[in-house]
Every structure is written in structure tokens, then in C-alpha cells.
């Protein structure tokens, strides 16, 4: 089903002949995070403009999702999965250089010594995780056995941990700080003892309709990468410099989860697109 989806895209774009424009229609909100800056700035290096959608209001992951598979968005950016893959094209360059899929949790302020007595795996299947409903996060907790309680709409997740309905809320390691900080009416905390880690990129995907922005984009990142404008503007970003001060990494029990959905097209094998914070040790601008 996904084949024929992706074969129709083809088919469609083919077909109507569309040309990339000047101004190309990014999902999201005009907020000056990681993903944003970088995309903003490769658009731009392309020759292009770009805009946000005008309507202010939260979209949820859905909708995101088929704004972008059926050509409203031109660009939207995610953790990646099988589906996505197969109903986008990806830019397999993944934007926080692997540190999404390191996760550690969000919890109640007097539930902080949660999982002082957890040692393995499987102690920590004994606690429910929160996520949204279509996260690719959400089916790799659900692959390795822990218990998920998902929810549509990301901003209920914080009341809704808050509240009890479900016991930590698992974010990339540069996330949690900055969302407690939003969310200060809630009695919220990171938890300190537990990582999650495992491999799943967060990429950009360019819709099908327009198959000609895909390899022009991916030329402007890596060229990025090359000059060193990608790595000065990763290690600027607030919330990268948070994590590597506050997360603690090396202290914290890790536990690998495996991937059942990662392509084999991830481009493992290239170093220069990936950072490990468990082995950072230099705080010159330099990962090691």
C-alpha cells in the first residue's frame, strides 16, 4: 500500500510538471530552534525564501504528515520511520546528529527518585512512558516492551503526566530543560539516573511532489557540514549546550533499545553526521 502511495506521488508530480518555487511552505512554527535555523539557513544558501504556515494554531503529527505527503508543505522534519520513508523523500542527514533517540524522562517533582531502584530493562517496564500517538518513538518503546500511553496532541502530554496518567514522558536529551521551563505551572522535573538510546534520525522530508528540491537541499547541508557552519551552529544551539551541561550522560544507567523499523539506507557509516555525548569530552567545539 505504502509502494502505491509513494508510486502515485511520483506519478502526480511527474505528470503536472511542477516546478520547485521561490517560496517553499515549511510545516512547523517560526521558532528559532535547532531545525528551523538549519533549514532556514540551507533554503536560503538554495536561493529560495520560505514561510510558515499563517495560522498560529498547534497542528498535530497527522496533519503535519499529510500536509506534507500531499504537497501542502514543501518541507517538514520528524523522527524517522518506515512510513515516512516510504511516503516522503528523506534527507538522510540526521539534524541533531543521533542525540533525539537519546532519551531521558520528564517527571512529577515528588516522583524524582523514580527509578532509583531500576537496574535493568526490565524494571523500567514496570513504569508507563507518555507519547504522542504516531511518534515513531512511540512503536520502538512499544517493540521493546514498554508500556506507552499516547496521547494526540503533545501539549496535553505535560498536564497529563502531571496528573498521573502515565509515569515519565522520554525526550531527547537537548528537550526536557527548555519544556519544564514552559511548562513551570506544573509540578515537572527531569529525571537523573535513566537513558534511553537508540538509533532513529530525525530528518528532513521533502514531499513527493516536488522530487527535484530533495537532492538540491541534501547538497546545501552537506556543504554545510564540510565548511563547518552545521557543527559551529549544532554546538551555539541553546538547547544542545544545556544537555551537554545538565544531562549527565556518562553518570546515568543506559538502556540500547533496538530499531525494528531503521532502514538500511541509514548512513551509519558516516561519521561526520553523528555525535555521541556519552564520549564528548571538549567543550571547544569539538566532538571526539
Same mark, same amino acid.
Given at each position: 500500500?505504502?509502494?502505491?502511495?509513494?508510486?502515485?506521488?511520483?506519478?502526480?508530480?511527474?505528470?503536472?510538471?511542477?516546478?520547485?518555487?521561490?517560496?517553499?511552505?515549511?510545516?512547523?512554527?517560526?521558532?528559532?530552534?535547532?531545525?528551523?535555523?538549519?533549514?532556514?539557513?540551507?533554503?536560503?544558501?538554495?536561493?529560495?525564501?520560505?514561510?510558515?504556515?499563517?495560522?498560529?494554531?498547534?497542528?498535530?503529527?497527522?496533519?503535519?504528515?499529510?500536509?506534507?505527503?500531499?504537497?501542502?508543505?514543501?518541507?517538514?522534519?520528524?523522527?524517522?520511520?518506515?512510513?515516512?520513508?516510504?511516503?516522503?523523500?528523506?534527507?538522510?542527514?540526521?539534524?541533531?546528529?543521533?542525540?533525539?533517540?537519546?532519551?531521558?524522562?520528564?517527571?512529577?517533582?515528588?516522583?524524582?527518585?523514580?527509578?532509583?531502584?531500576?537496574?535493568?530493562?526490565?524494571?523500567?517496564?514496570?513504569?508507563?512512558?507518555?507519547?504522542?500517538?504516531?511518534?515513531?518513538?512511540?512503536?520502538?518503546?512499544?517493540?521493546?516492551?514498554?508500556?506507552?500511553?499516547?496521547?494526540?496532541? /503533545? %501539549?496535553? $502530554?505535560? &498536564?497529563? +503526566? =502531571?496528573?498521573?496518567? !502515565?509515569?515519565?514522558?522520554?525526550? *531527547?536529551?537537548? @528537550?526536557?530543560?527548555?519544556?519544564?521551563?514552559?511548562?513551570?505551572?506544573?509540578?515537572?522535573?527531569?529525571?537523573?539516573?535513566?537513558?534511553?538510546?537508540?538509533?532513529?534520525?530525525?530528518?528532513?522530508?521533502?514531499?513527493?511532489? /516536488? %522530487?527535484? $528540491?530533495? &537532492?538540491? +537541499? =541534501?547538497?546545501?547541508? !552537506?556543504?554545510?557540514?564540510?565548511? *563547518?557552519?552545521? @557543527?559551529?551552529?549544532?554546538?551555539?544551539?541553546?538547547?544542545?549546550?544545556?544537555?551537554?551541561?545538565?544531562?549527565?550522560?556518562?553518570?546515568?544507567?543506559?538502556?540500547?533499545?533496538?530499531?525494528?523499523?531503521?532502514?538500511?539506507?541509514? %548512513?551509519?557509516?558516516?561519521?561526520? +553526521?553523528?555525535?555521541?555525548?556519552?564520549?564528548?569530552?571538549?567543550?571547544?567545539?569539538?566532538?571526539?
Amino acid at each position: 500500500m505504502h509502494l502505491m502511495f509513494r508510486l502515485l506521488m511520483v506519478m502526480s508530480a511527474l505528470l503536472s510538471s511542477i516546478v520547485v518555487a521561490d517560496e517553499l511552505r515549511l510545516s512547523g512554527s517560526d521558532e528559532k530552534r535547532f531545525p528551523n535555523l538549519i533549514i532556514e539557513q540551507a533554503i536560503k544558501r538554495a536561493g529560495h525564501s520560505y514561510r510558515y504556515p499563517d495560522d498560529k494554531k498547534f497542528v498535530n503529527m497527522s496533519r503535519r504528515l499529510t500536509n506534507a505527503q500531499t504537497g501542502v508543505y514543501h518541507i517538514m522534519w520528524t523522527l524517522t520511520s518506515k512510513e515516512y520513508e516510504e511516503s516522503m523523500i528523506p534527507i538522510r542527514i540526521p539534524i541533531y546528529r543521533g542525540m533525539l533517540a537519546m532519551r531521558v524522562g520528564i517527571v512529577r517533582k515528588d516522583r524524582v527518585n523514580l527509578f532509583a531502584n531500576v537496574k535493568t530493562l526490565d524494571d523500567l517496564k514496570q513504569f508507563k512512558a507518555g507519547q504522542g500517538s504516531n511518534w515513531s518513538d512511540t512503536f520502538i518503546l512499544q517493540a521493546n516492551g514498554i508500556k506507552v500511553v499516547k496521547e494526540e496532541k /503533545y %501539549p496535553n $502530554l505535560f &498536564p497529563m +503526566l =502531571e496528573g498521573g496518567r !502515565y509515569d515519565y514522558f522520554p525526550r *531527547g536529551i537537548h @528537550e526536557p530543560w527548555a519544556e519544564v521551563v514552559r511548562h513551570d505551572e506544573l509540578e515537572l522535573t527531569v529525571e537523573p539516573r535513566v537513558m534511553l538510546r537508540y538509533v532513529a534520525p530525525f530528518y528532513y522530508f521533502v514531499s513527493f511532489n /516536488y %522530487p527535484e $528540491l530533495a &537532492p538540491q +537541499l =541534501e547538497k546545501v547541508l !552537506y556543504s554545510m557540514i564540510k565548511d *563547518g557552519t552545521y @557543527e559551529r551552529m549544532f554546538f551555539a544551539d541553546p538547547e544542545v549546550k544545556n544537555a551537554l551541561e545538565r544531562a549527565n550522560v556518562q553518570n546515568r544507567i543506559v538502556f540500547d533499545l533496538k530499531n525494528p523499523e531503521l532502514s538500511p539506507l541509514t %548512513p551509519l557509516d558516516k561519521k561526520e +553526521l553523528w555525535f555521541d555525548p556519552v564520549t564528548y569530552k571538549g567543550n571547544n567545539g569539538e566532538d571526539e
